[in-house]
């Protein structure tokens, strides 16, 4: 005699998280305008040069995200440069500017441990 054996279903396997994707990114501005993001980082910090804000309404809008990790600055490796070289070759970029770019899923997520939260607090000189 047989007896067949009932396994529970098995639950959906749990979404893997996305591999990070590496972008060639192109901005074009006009003479007046600005890039519209800021950076952090570079050698002189000893982490890797990331976008920490975008601008709306600026060529960086819809290009570039909070968290983007930028591997090349016009073909510099951003790995060498100090966060002033970073910026300097791309104030020197003109008004086309060529980035490559480490996006991980959720960068911006990443983030948070480094903005501020609760009330600022302040305290004069001398108290």
Same mark, same amino acid.
């Given at each position: 005699?047989?007896?067949? @054996?009932? *396994?529970? $279903? %098995?639950?959906?396997?749990?979404? +893997?998280? *996305?591999?990070? %994707?590496? =972008? ?6 006009? $003479? ?17 040069? !990331? @976008? ?5 309404? *600026? ?10 990790? =930028? +591997? !090349? ?15 300097? @070759? ?5 008004? %086309?500017?060529?980035? !490559?770019? @480490? ?16 009330? $600022?607090?302040?305290?004069? $000189?001398? *108290?």
């Amino acid at each position: 005699m047989y007896a067949m @054996v009932m *396994s529970p $279903p %098995s639950a959906p396997a749990a979404p +893997q998280p *996305s591999a990070p %994707s590496t =972008i060639d990114v192109a901005l074009h501005r006009s $003479p007046d305008q600005r890039w519209g993001f800021r950076l952090q980082g570079g050698a002189d910090y000893r982490t890797q040069l !990331t @976008v920490m804000r975008v601008e709306p309404n *600026s060529p960086a809008q819809g290009k570039l995200r909070v968290g983007d990790a =930028i +591997q !090349t600055v016009n073909g510099k490796k951003s790995r060498q440069l100090s966060h002033a070289q970073a910026s300097e @070759v791309i104030k020197e970029s003109g008004n %086309s500017l060529k980035l !490559t770019i @480490v996006r991980e899923p959720n960068a911006a997520a990443c983030l948070d441990h480094i903005r501020p939260s609760g009330k $600022p607090k302040f305290s004069r $000189p001398g *108290s």
